[in-house]
């Protein structure tokens, strides 16, 4: 059974800096695609940033050059350094990731994790 599990949400003050993290365990073969995601209060979910195996980044506009997503492939982990920080970033924040077991390949979620930037 594979998981995903989030660490480092938390409230900051605007302008400050948050880590989140995300581990993968399991019985993984491997992994494609990982990414942050994240949900506002009456939003939908909306992509942050994905890395892929390869480490080649992809950021949304509103977190370029704010953010930085990075992965360790032996550890089978994920970061987002969050810096500069602001209101709108309030949110909960989802990792996933697209996984191949032994039986299949698909999408996995993290339960979430809380950032709240006050101003």
């Known amino acids: 059974q594979v998981q995903l599990v989030e660490s480092g949400g938390g409230l900051v003050q605007a302008g400050g800096s948050l880590r989140l993290s995300c581990a993968a365990s399991?019985?993984?073969?491997?992994?494609?695609?990982m990414g942050w995601y994240r949900q506002a209060p009456g939003k939908q979910r909306e992509l942050v940033a994905a890395i892929t195996s390869v480490g080649s980044p992809k950021y949304a506009d509103s977190v370029k050059g704010r953010f930085t997503i990075s992965r360790d492939n032996a550890k089978n982990t994920v970061n987002l350094q969050m810096n500069s920080l602001k209101p709108e970033d309030t949110a909960v924040y989802y990792c996933?990731?697209?996984?191949?077991?032994?039986?299949?390949?698909?999408?996995?979620w993290g339960q979430g994790t809380q950032v709240t930037v006050s101003s």
């Open positions: 996933n990731a697209e996984i191949r077991t032994v039986a299949a390949q698909r999408l996995y």
């Open positions: 399991g019985s993984i073969f491997s992994i494609n695609v």
